[in-house]
């Protein structure tokens, strides 16, 4: 794999690549060393052009627990407030040497901007570019749903059958749109809950059903709900007329989460508005998978930078996933 | 290009059942870890573990060591997918851990297959069984225990292949053309 900039172009195959990885990688954390020293050597920057807590460190930690050098750039307190691009930033950044770039930015195309135009060689995995997509929060989410649904039997397996319904904010959220590319070639069958003001135009398009009342979303009883976060950053116009009117109804209040099935996981991508798109109750709750997102998003990095960094420079790779060929048997006998 | 077999179904059997029977004199079953290198290795440790239950009586435990994240080729090699790690319940600390390859040939999957132990343990000593030894080593690392020296040419190949994974038990030789890969 040369880079990862989105879900959308992710084979069923390259996506359980990713997940199955991720499993040997979380087995890691467990042991009496929870470091492994395959990517000594190499180096990675995070390029974060926006704001990001648990992103941020957890691509941190994942490069550090593979023994990778870590240099992380924040866009507040940098060359930007002067006016320097995302070009010269990235360059600039390049010129010291690193081998793979993980690149947050507010516009959508960011990341494949950055492994396409030839400014860089390094490997580009994409952290969320503008509303269009965070291809490393979907897969810590099918991770989690995976090991959710099928435990220590989740080797090789897919999402089929899995209802997960997506409540929110999905216009502005790139969450959404990786989650929602990846669910379905998962197998899983995904179902959209918002105000028709924040459904994007293009929604019929995508291979998911479309729903404005959450009550109806829950009377289906979903295996999985996963709240989106309000991004009041991103909100310039009047998408619905009150905060406490949203929360009202399309917010997972104790009423709305006492009318989940027993058994359903309940989701948050973080960071949480407690009291408007999620009450605490929900998010606190047993079936509250919120800080197994994060556990697991470590893990899911770490696969991702190994599949990045590891391996001979392959020529020729193409955009998304060019995996490379699996090492025949004979292959292997010839260094045992 | 020519291949000839060399260690047959009964030729293996053999050569596990001797290695089996070195192993328990040097340490009683109830202290053994057998660790399996992917994927062959793994499927020769179980092996060892069942052919030492039949002499002992007692089964010795048995799991499998990835040693992809601790490999020294990494850079020069295409992405390779590791297999998982198993480690028995109790552990590798203060036993004895075998480790249980198919082919040993540089040295350099039982380097990196040390420097993977090390991070599970502490173990009180760790022996190395291979089936086959075809010579060829890099690094000052010995077998303790070794099914059958094979001494090879570097552009050959050796093929091992296993009823579990394979459909059959057999040891070949096979010519190589193009020379050393690797």
């Given amino acids: 794999m040369r880079h990862l900039l989105d879900t959308r172009s992710l084979s069923r195959d390259a996506a359980l690549e990713i997940l199955d990885l991720a499993e040997d990688m979380a087995a890691v954390a467990d042991r009496a060393v929870p470091k492994l020293p395959t990517l000594r050597g190499r180096s990675v920057a995070n390029l974060f052009f926006e704001d990001s807590t648990r992103t941020r460190l957890s ?14 750039f ?34 959508s195309g960011a990341a494949q901007r ?19 997509e965070h291809p490393t929060q979907a897969l810590l989410d099918a991770f989690t749903l995976r090991r959710a649904r099928h435990g220590a039997a989740s080797r090789g397996r897919d999402l089929s ?26 197998g899983a069958r995904v179902r959209l809950v918002a105000p028709a003001t924040l459904l994007p135009p293009g929604v019929a398009a995508w291979p998911v059903e479309t729903e404005t009342d959450l009550d109806a979303a829950i009377a289906a009883r979903p295996d999985a709900i996963m709240m989106l976060r309000i991004q009041s950053e991103r909100m310039r116009d009047a998408f619905f007329p009150h905060e406490r009117e949203y929360a009202r109804r399309w917010g997972l209040d104790d009423d709305r989460f006492a009318r989940l099935g027993p058994d359903t996981m309940v989701m948050h991508p973080g960071p949480m508005n407690r009291g408007l798109e ?32 590891s391996g001979a420079l392959e020529l020729g790779a193409t955009r998304g996933v060019a995996a490379a060929p699996a090492p025949t048997e004979a292959a292997r006998e010839d260094v045992a | 290009m020519r291949t000839r077999t060399v260690l047959q179904q009964a030729d293996i059997q053999r ?34 573990a069942g052919l030492i239950a039949g002499i002992e009586g007692a089964e010795a435990a048995w799991g499998a060591l990835d040693v992809t994240m601790y490999r020294d080729d990494l850079s020069l ?67 303790d225990y070794v099914g059958k020296n094979l001494p090879s040419s570097r552009s050959e190949r050796i093929n091992v292949r296993l009823v579990e994974i394979d459909g059959a038990d057999e040891i070949a030789i096979q010519d190589g053309a193009e020379g050393e890969g690797f």
């Fill in chain 1, 59 to 72: 691509f941190e930690a994942a490069a550090k627990r593979l023994s990778a050098d870590v240099m992380t």
């Fill in chain 1, 74 to 107: 924040s866009a507040k307190g940098s060359s930007v407030s002067k006016g320097e691009g995302l070009k010269d930033t990235a360059q600039t950044i390049a010129a010291m040497g690193v081998d793979a770039v993980v690149i947050r930015h507010g516009a």
């Fill in chain 1, 114 to 132: 950055l492994a396409e135009s030839g400014w860089i060689d390094a490997a580009v995995v994409n952290a969320g570019d503008g509303t269009h």
């Fill in chain 1, 161 to 186: 059958g899995l209802a997960v319904t997506i409540v929110g904010d999905i216009l502005h959220s790139r969450v959404a749109r990786s989650n929602v590319w990846l669910l379905h070639t998962l």
């Fill in chain 1, 278 to 309: 999620i009450s605490a109750a929900a998010a606190d709750s047993a079936g509250s998978l919120v800080l197994a997102q994060v556990t697991n998003g470590v893990a899911i990095r770490m696969a991702v930078l190994y599949l990045v960094l």
């Fill in chain 2, 15 to 48: 050569a596990l059942t001797r290695i089996a029977h070195e192993i328990v004199e040097g340490d009683p079953a109830s202290e053994l870890v057998l660790l399996g290198i992917p994927t062959r290795g793994a499927v020769l440790a179980e092996r060892l």
């Fill in chain 2, 77 to 143: 090699q295409p992405t390779r997918t590791p297999s998982p790690t198993v480690v028995p319940p109790g552990g590798v600390d203060d036993r004895v851990v075998v480790l249980v390859d198919d082919v040993l040939y540089s040295g350099r999957t039982i380097r990196a297959a040390l420097d993977a132990l090390n991070d599970l343990g502490r173990p009180r000593a760790v022996r190395l069984a291979a089936l086959v030894d075809r010579g060829h080593r890099e690094l000052p690392i010995r077998a």
